[in-house]
């Protein structure tokens, strides 16, 4: 019992610090920021902050990562079902499970650090995930463009479409549209059809 009151608090002191940053990251922007600052507008002493993150880099390679795990396994649950209808709905997905942590995925999409990128970290999730999917039916069909090409293609085209309807909401023409690309970066039959000139 003394042991789940010691976590639960772990856990509200560490909601406490993120929620603190991310109010600082919308006010300040991540360079300006201090360790200072976000345990102050915590309402936690530093040496608090410092037994949970090394600095704030530390606290947002944390954030980072546990972003990108949920995004990493979205993307697979649908590209494991090994149908590119399927496949194709992974941006749909991906905007109604994104749309809850849409104002925290909005700062962080703007941070770049070498060490932590949100964007480049979510980006390569897409890509290894489409690249691995299109080798595998690759097998059943043939596929005339590198693969490498159109899972780098694929992933900066999610990424765009992702970021693009996190900072202006949701538009119906531009998933329709999205859509429509990733039918044809998916789909070895209509990938045929444009490589080879036919309609």
Known sequence: MAEEKVDLRTRRTKTQIEMAFFRLLKKKGFKA???QDISKSAGVGRSTFY???YDKYDLLEKLVSTYTDQFAAVVRQRFNIKDSNA???TIKMLLLVLREYQEDLKLLLEVHT???DLSRSFQHVLKVTVKEYLTGIQETND???PI????????MNVMTFLTWQLQHGRDDKVI???DRLQEIVLDPKLLDQITSGRK
């Open 33 to 35: 920021l201090t360790v």
């Open 51 to 53: 037994s949970h993150y």
């Open 87 to 89: 496949a194709s709905e």
């Open 114 to 116: 070498e060490e932590a």
């Open 143 to 145: 596929i005339s463009l």
């Open 148 to 155: 490498d090409y159109l899972a780098e293609m694929y992933a």
């Open 176 to 178: 329709e549209f999205g």
